[in-house]
């Protein structure tokens, strides 16, 4: 084993049905630990499960280092994990899905859970199914950033 090899750790988080497992796993070099359980709130999303502890993975880098992995549960009754999880981590990535019914809330919310992350400049904000949901724009949600005076990089993802 190499000595002094540097860790880091990435955190994904927005609401449920985002992506963060589908992106932790598609980075990952091995399939990730997940704790997903079967969905009990259909009212709010119906996929059939949801995470509610983490999904865990990791990437080899070039210098022997490793990229840890973490994706937050996104329902609100278990956001005392994603401050949990988000403690050390080099950033976070929110991921948000422009089909739900209200996105720039959630958007809204993930921020103020994670502005000390935010305000340091260590957000970025992926926005997905953009291709099928254009409304709102990306536009709207840099308008959103600018109103909060955050500097966040704002993109369409597919996870």
């Given amino acids: 084993m190499i000595q002094n090899a540097q860790e880091y750790k990435l ?8 992506g963060k497992t589908t992106a932790v796993a598609a980075i990952s070099d091995f399939p990730p630990v997940t704790t997903d359980v079967r969905n009990t709130d259909l009212a709010r999303h119906p996929k059939s499960s949801t995470t509610v502890a983490l999904d865990y993975g990791e990437v080899t880098l070039e210098d022997a280092g490793r990229l840890r992995l973490y994706g937050t549960p996104g329902q609100e009754r278990f956001s005392f994990m994603w401050s949990v999880l988000g403690t050390g981590a080099l ?7 422009n089909s739900a019914p209200d996105p720039l809330s959630d958007l809204a919310q993930f921020l103020d859970a994670h502005l000390d992350f935010a305000r340091s ?23 959103l950033m600018t109103q909060a005076r955050l500097s966040v990089p704002v993109m369409s993802a597919d996870v």
């Fill in 121 to 143: 400049g260590r957000v970025v904000v992926g926005v997905g199914r953009t291709e099928t949901h254009p409304s709102p724009s990306l536009q709207h949600y840099r308008d």
């Fill in 91 to 97: 950033g976070v990535v929110i991921l948000l899905d």
């Fill in 11 to 18: 955190v994904f988080t927005g609401p449920m049905g985002a």
